[in-house]
Each structure stands twice: as C-alpha cells, then as structure tokens.
C-alpha cells in the first residue's frame, strides 16, 4: 500500500494547478497532504497559441516548468494514473503504486485524438497542413501562413467537444488578415469545414461573427467533419454529417482542429458516465456516485464550452465545496456554467464572448461585447497571461 | 411540608451500594480535592492583597484612566461589529489585488513579458520621434553651414516649391475661414 493524502488531485494543468492553490490558500494545514498526480515536465499557457500560430507571440512565452507552478504545500508525483477504485478511494499509478486518498479530485484534461482523421497524424507539420492544438506544431502554423502563396486554405472543426470551441476559427480569421495584409486575399478561398451547425452556439456573438464572416467573404460549410487528409494529393475528405455523403477539398494549406475526447484511464473508469467524462453534478461538481470525488475543466461531464475562463469559475467551486467537507460542513458554493471564448477576429480585433448554462449571455463589461475591440485584444494578448500565470494559477483570481 | 428523616432512614440509606460506591470514590479523592481547594485559597488570598495594596491599585486605576474608552468609543466598536462583514468582503478584495501585484513582481518572467508588449506599442511612437529628431538635425545643420545671402529672388523662387504652395493654399484657406468663424 503506498501513501495517504486527504486530497488527490489527478492533473497538474489549469483546473489542477488553481485548486491545489485555492485549496492551500484555504486551509494551510493541508501543506505537504495534496498530491498533483503528472506525468508532465511542462505547463502551457494554451490560450496564446492561437497567437503563435498567427504569428502575434512567441510560443516560449506560454511554457514554464511543472516545479514552476505547482504551488507550495502541495507534493507534485510526477507519474501517470493507470487506473481509479473509487470504492477503495485509491489511484493505481502506471509504476504499480497506489495511492489512497479521502477526497479526489479530477483534472485530467483533455485527450486529442490525431489517429481520429486518417492520414493526419503522417502529414502534420509538413506540406501546409498544421495544427495549433499541439505545442510543437503551432509554429508551423505561422510558417504554413507565413509562406502561403494564394489558392484554398482550409480550417476545420471536429464533430466532438473541442478545448475553446472558439481557436479553430480564431486561426482562419488571423490568417486571412495576414493575406489582406500581404495582398494575396484576391487569389485565395479561405474555405471553413465545420460540423457543428452554425458558426457559433450564442446567439449574441453568433450574430456578429456571421457578419465578420460575410466581411471578410469566408466560404462556410458547416455539418461538414474532416475525415481524412489525403497529403500525397493535397486533399482533405469531408463528411456531411446529415447525409453521410464525402466530398473532397483541394488544400495549399490546412489548419486541422483534431477530434478531441475524455482522457482514457478516466474513459474506462467507474468515475466517467456513458459518453466518457467524468459524471459530475453540473452546479456543485460532485461526483454524481461518490461524494469524495470532484472533477472539473476538461474532463468534466458539464454542459458548457471547455475553456481555461471556465476552469477560472469552476475551481473556487471544486475548492469551496471540498473544504466544505473537510469541515464537516454543508457544500455552499455552486458553478453556473460560466465560459468565456475571446474571439479573436483579426490582428487588434477581439468579440468577448461570456456565457453560462443555457447558452446565456453573461459578460463582465458594461459595454457591448459582441462588437469587435482593439482593447480586448490588447487584454487577451497582453493581460491575460499575466493574469493567469500570477493569479489564477496561485488560486487568487 | 418538611419531611423529617429518622436515624434510620440515614442507616437504610448509607446500606444502599450506590450510595457506599459514591462515598468510597470521594474518600479517594479527598487528597485531590484539597490541592484545588489550597490552590483556590491561594488565588483569593493573592487577590485581596492587590485589593489591598495601595500602589498596586494606584498603578492600575492610572492605567485605566489613561485608556480614552467612553461611551462614543463603544458605540464605534459596535459600529464597527456591524460592518465587519462589509468590511471583510473589502478586505479580501484589497488582498486578491494586493497578493497579485505581489506575485506579478516577483515573476521575472511576467514582468519582461510585459515589458516587451509596451515596447511593442511604443516602438512605432518612437521611430516617428526618431524620424523627426533627425530631420530636425538635418534641416539645423544646413541651415548652420549655409552662408549664402537669402534675397527676395530665392523667396520667389521657392515659392514655386510644391511643398511650399501647399502650405501656402493652407494658409490661405484659414484667412478665408476665420472671418466667417469669428463674425
């Protein structure tokens, strides 16, 4: 039998590194009886690579070390976890040790499934098809519309629950300011690949960004999914979700949104529900079978846009309601759905979405945030990063 | 009604086992209850000499005089009391702001991030205070080492510059225009 900590918590990303922080920060004796279960020697500020990709930040601005941000107090087992027995309150590491705990929690991001479209995970990061969805390839993206010469230039999004439901099209919008910029708009088809049905799910910036759309003459489809990348030919398959019929994209570049989903050692495990995420009540995050279980972010059965603004609501929530616990008290703090997506539509140019459950508008300004603004972007490229790097991830903000 | 109790009933009484079982348990603890018994005798006696001690007393009665505790100053407590809650919520709103600007010092990395993006919105600032500056430097040089004489001819003939008619026509659509402004 190996250690006992009185919390767990599974993924040292944003959700993990901000609740160890609030949790800390709540009760100091909990010091040296958190464990961060990663595997990772990096943290990524993942937001700012849609900049990189656009070549408007340096792609070294959104690392650190996991030693830089795991928080003081908390024990950092740098492993990956093989399996959970809830029953037993135990985590099965992938080096054979278990570890018990009296509460879990689970952070565990996100998996992208590259094998999810054939041929892709072979072409990436050469012959213009790029990806901003992987730390290594997001400077390709630049590259690929750095020296992109005119012709289709394709964007896409998956038919699954992507991280920030927004980058796929953050991207395509940057990428066509850089050819209006450049003067090659006028050879180019900027030619978007959707499944999902619109171009956004809120009414509010839904509105706006069509128009955007329309401004900047964008061929949308949408109800298509990228199925496969056939690079040989500079070809991409697409399949209409209604009609299940394919039909096939000449590229010159292509910017892949990967089909993305629970991670595995949480998809096969009593923790996830039916469709692979962990199976939390919506409002308190608690487990829905085991009242010592939490989970948030990513991994989280939540009916709501995964983002790190979401994480931003969700972990004070997680926090509250296991100090809560530890107390003997009852659970007080509840989560609303809260998600944000900074949409940025061009180079100084950003639509702050805010929303909550119900795909309801719930903006932080006392301005119209639908409309585009040079001064979000400036937040978006210049303050939020500071933002989460010195207050969300010390769990003060 | 009083009832009164034969010496018999105190014999019924003490023969019960219960009643034996409490006695023996306070016998036994006779000795214990003498010490906190002396230990209490200890402290009144210790209390009644400061009582009765003069200066001791003076000193203290000096030092409650001194303390400016009076009714206003209660009422402000009790204020104070009721506003704890607002106050808190301020409190720990000052912290988060506090905390942050503490964190965002401390981190290298942040500070010089920041740094580059205010450079990145100066920098096309100061290459036009730069342009300027050496324009400027330029224009002062060869005005310092033109010697020639300026006559009425080479005002003339500047005035056939572009750039000269130009500010020329401004000046003359002010001419035009203030009168109209002014009247």
């Avoid at chain 1, 990189?52 to 690392?63: I, N, Q």
């Avoid at chain 1, 927004?166 to 050819?179: C, R, V």
């Avoid at chain 1, 939390?280 to 989280?300: I, K, R, S, W």
């Avoid at chain 2, 010490?35 to 203290?60: C, N, P």
Wanted: some cysteine; overall charge negative; aromatic content about 8%.
């Amino acid at each position: 039998m190996g250690k006992h900590y009185r919390i767990i918590i599974v993924g040292g990303g944003s959700a993990g590194i901000s609740t160890a922080a609030r949790l800390l920060n709540g009760m100091k004796s909990l010091a040296g009886d958190i464990a961060i279960i990663d595997p990772a020697d990096h943290h990524y500020y993942q937001p700012l690579w849609t900049l990189v990709g656009g070549g408007a930040a340096k792609k070294e601005d959104t690392e650190r070390s996991m030693k830089e941000v795991i928080p003081e107090g908390a024990v950092w087992v740098q492993q990956a976890v093989a399996s959970f027995d809830p029953k037993k309150n135990e985590v099965k590491l992938e080096n054979g040790e278990t570890l018990s705990y009296d509460y879990l929690v689970a952070a565990a991001g996100i998996e992208i499934h590259w094998d999810g479209v054939k041929g892709l995970k072979e072409a990436l990061g050469k012959g213009g098809v790029c990806s901003n969805y992987s730390y290594d390839y997001t400077d390709y993206t630049w590259e690929a519309i750095r020296s992109f010469k005119g012709g289709n230039a394709v964007f896409t999004h998956p038919a699954t629950p992507v991280k920030c439901g927004g980058a796929p099209q953050k991207i395509m919008y940057l990428a066509e300011d850089h050819f209006s910029r450049t003067g090659i708009r006028d050879q180019t088809n900027v030619i978007f690949g959707s499944a999902n049905p619109a171009i956004f799910d809120v009414q509010k910036y839904r509105d706006t960004l069509e128009k955007v759309v329309a401004r900047k003459k964008i061929d949308a489809r949408f109800r298509q999914n990228l199925i496969e990348i056939r690079a040989d030919k500079k070809e991409a398959v697409f399949e209409n979700l209604d009609t299940k019929e394919q039909s096939t994209v000449k590229y010159d570049m292509i910017h892949v949104t990967p089909p993305m989903r629970a991670p595995s050692f949480i998809r096969n495990s009593p923790l996830a529900g039916e469709n692979g995420w962990v199976d939390v009540h919506p409002y308190t995050l608690q487990h829905q079978t085991y009242e010592n279980v939490f989970a948030l972010g990513d991994c989280a059965d939540l009916p709501t846009s995964k983002t790190g603004a979401a994480i931003r609501k969700q972990a004070p929530v997680v926090a509250e309601n296991v100090l809560a616990l530890l107390k003997e008290e009852p659970m007080k703090a509840t989560y609303d759905g809260y998600s944000s997506c900074p949409l940025v539509t061009g180079y100084n140019s950003l639509v702050l979405a805010e929303f909550k459950y119900g795909k309801i508008p719930s903006e932080s300004f006392p301005l119209n945030q639908a409309k585009e603004r040079r001064s979000m972007y400036i937040m978006k490229k210049d303050l939020l990063p500071i933002m989460y790097w010195d207050g969300m991830l010390k769990g003060i903000m | 009604m009083a009832v009164s109790i034969s010496k018999q009933d105190w014999v019924d009484e003490l023969n019960k086992p219960e009643v034996q079982a409490s006695l023996q348990k306070l016998i036994e603890k006779l000795p214990d209850l003498t010490t906190k018994i002396e230990q209490a005798d200890h402290l009144l006696t210790f209390g009644q000499s400061v009582l009765e001690d003069e200066r001791t007393m003076e000193k203290v009665k000096m030092k409650v005089d001194s303390i400016n505790i009076d009714i206003n100053t209660l009422e402000a407590a009790l204020r104070l009391l009721e506003k704890l809650p607002l106050l808190l919520e301020l409190m720990e709103k000052l912290e988060t702001v506090v905390r942050f600007a503490e964190n965002v010092l401390a981190d290298e990395k942040s500070i010089a991030y920041l740094q580059n993006s205010v450079e990145e919105y100066t920098e096309p600032l100061r290459e036009k205070a730069e342009k300027g500056r050496s324009l400027w430097e330029e224009v002062q040089a060869k005005a310092e080492a033109n010697s020639q004489h300026i006559s009425i001819f080479t005002v003339l003939k500047w005035m056939k510059d572009p750039s000269v008619q130009r500010i020329l026509s401004y000046v003359q659509a002010l001419i035009e225009t203030l009168p109209k402004k002014s009247s």
